[in-house]
């Protein structure tokens, strides 16, 4: 019936006070437990709202860019070969991957 350090000292009728904290054990840390849950939930919370305010701040930041490249051409241009340069470095670190891969699959298939 008792499980660990309470099933011994269950036998003796002189522990009925040991044995009673014994069961009362699971429930006391059931109670620990929802108190870290409430926590745990305490923080995402503030996760949340810290993140929730970063998006604001970042949606703000990317409408004054796109207002100052609608002002001004050559910050367009600019912003534009920023994305192109981005996107082919993307696909050469994807071709690079691929080619790992490839790569390692042949060597492990011809062992």
């Known amino acids: 019936m008792l499980v660990g350090p309470c099933a011994h000292e269950s036998r003796s009728v002189s522990s009925l006070v040991f044995v009673r904290a014994c069961l009362k054990l699971p429930e006391n840390l059931n109670i620990f ?3 870290q849950m409430d926590d745990v939930i305490t923080q995402a919370q503030t996760t949340r ?3 929730g305010s970063q998006r604001a701040m970042f949606g703000d930041v990317q409408g004054k860019v796109k207002q100052l490249s ?3 051409p050559i910050v367009r241009g600019l912003i534009g070969s920023i994305r192109r340069k981005k996107s082919r470095d993307t696909l050469i670190l994807s071709a690079v991957i691929a080619a790992c891969t490839l790569f390692l699959i042949i060597y492990w298939l011809s062992k």
Do not use: T, V
């Open 33 to 35: 437990g929802i108190l």
């Open 49 to 51: 709202a810290a993140l």
């Open 70 to 72: 609608d002002k001004f």
